[in-house]
Each structure stands twice: as structure tokens, then as C-alpha cells.
């Protein structure tokens, strides 16, 4: 089994910055790919960002030039740099990892979430 904790979540104003930050343990041989999701109040779960194990990302439209995901292979970590957020970034992010290479894919894992607040 794998056990992802996420970090790094809290209050900040709009154009401010924040990093999240993810930790994996157990099983965490078995994780290829990771990545970042989040909820808003009222919405669906929606993929943020995602990176490869060779450093291949994806980005939602929303985020592109704004986040930046990055990852320690070694260590089976993840960090989500968040730049110039906006209220509408407000949600409830979620660690994600998985065995398969692309989101959707293969066994998948999930943190509890880390809220951010976007004051504006």
C-alpha cells in the first residue's frame, strides 16, 4: 500500500505564492507517476498538474504558466509551486500517485488534501 501527505496548504493572497508539498511512504516502489488534483466547493475533481518519471508533465489550462509541478524521484515526492494564485484557485488540492504513466491510469493513490484559500 502506499500513503501519500500532503503539506504546505493554507491562507494566501491573491498574487501571492505558496508550495505544496507531498510525501509518499509504504509500497513506494510501485509509483510511477504522480501529480496534483483539487476540488472546489460545488465542483468536480479536476487534474492540476502531473509529472512522469521522466519528467514529463501535464498542466490544466487554468494553471499553465502560474504553477509548476516538480518531483524527487528518490524520495517519492511531489511539490506543486503555486505563483501568482487567484481566488478562483480556492479548493481543496490532492496528492495523486499511480502506477501507470498518464493520469487515469494503472493502481492509483490519493492524499486526504491540503485546503488552499485564495483571499482576494
Known amino acids: 500500500q502506499v500513503q501519500l501527505v500532503e503539506s504546505g496548504g493554507g491562507l494566501v493572497q491573491a498574487g501571492g505564492s505558496l508550495r505544496l508539498s507531498c510525501a509518499a511512504s509504504g509500497s513506494i516502489f510501485r509509483i510511477n507517476a504522480m501529480g496534483w488534483y483539487r476540488q472546489a466547493t460545488g465542483k468536480q475533481r479536476e487534474l492540476v498538474a502531473f509529472?512522469?518519471?521522466?519528467?514529463?508533465?501535464i498542466y490544466a489550462d487554468s494553471v499553465k504558466g502560474r504553477f509548476t509541478i516538480s518531483r524527487d524521484n528518490a524520495k517519492k515526492s511531489v511539490f506543486l509551486q503555486i505563483n501568482s494564485p487567484k481566488p478562483e484557485d480556492t479548493a481543496v488540492y490532492y496528492c495523486y500517485a499511480t502506477t501507470g504513466s498518464r493520469p487515469g491510469y494503472g493502481i492509483e493513490y490519493w492524499g486526504e488534501g491540503t485546503l488552499v484559500t485564495v483571499s482576494s
Open positions: 509529472i512522469s518519471n521522466v519528467g514529463t508533465t
